[in-house]
């Protein structure tokens, strides 16, 4: 169950205000044990995934194409509702970056289950997980806080609210 309520939060799952496709991303520098803990949560956990067909790949995999000119990077798909993806991104060991479809988390029971999802990351690594707008990753919007072991909002509120 999540701590954020959507009538609270409603307005940042507004594709006109946050981009249709908002970035995610763990706080702080990561390493590549790290992301194995985040792909095991992916393989052991509740969620359908997707890697363009192929096998979950390793961190070890994922680091070693990030050293090849021309390598593929196939997001991580990772089904958190029936309608609604995150796709984990590995654009370098150091950072775990993710993206969602704003349209796919509409109403309290996919918050939920976002959330789950966001607070389920962080507590496998010991770190925040944070959604920004698109395009920034230096405006935490809502997610998981280490700290408070909780998922919360930070943005402020609109002034039309």
């Keep these: ?5 959507w009538d609270d939060v409603a307005d940042l799952f507004d594709a006109q205000l946050v981009g249709s496709l908002p970035d995610g991303w763990v706080e702080g520098a990561t390493t590549v044990d790290d992301w194995q803990r985040v792909l ?7 969620w ?12 070890a995999e994922l680091a070693a194409r990030l050293d090849e000119p ?3 990077r196939p997001p991580v798909r990772v089904e ?8 984990l991104r590995c654009l370098s060991v150091d ?28 507590r496998a690594i010991g770190r925040s997980v944070w959604v920004g707008a698109e395009g920034s990753t230096a ?3 809502y997610g998981y806080d ?3 072991d909780s998922t919360v909002r930070r943005a402020e509120r609109p002034p039309w609210r």
Excluded: H
Excluded at 1 to 5: D, E, I, K, Q
Excluded at 40 to 46: A, E, I, N, Y
Excluded at 104 to 120: I, K, V, Y
């Design 1 to 5: 169950m999540s701590t954020l309520r």
């Design 80 to 87: 958190v509702t029936p309608e609604g993806w995150v796709l």
């Design 48 to 59: 359908r995934w997707q890697v363009d067909g192929n096998a979950l790949p390793t961190a």
């Design 139 to 141: 405006d935490r919007m």
């Design 40 to 46: 095991d949560l992916v393989l052991t956990g509740p």
């Design 70 to 72: 021309g390598s593929e």
């Design 95 to 122: 950072s775990i970056d993710f993206d969602l479809n704003v349209k796919a988390f509409q109403g309290q029971e996919r918050l939920d289950a976002l959330c789950d999802f966001l607070r389920s990351v962080g």
């Design 146 to 148: 280490v700290t408070l």
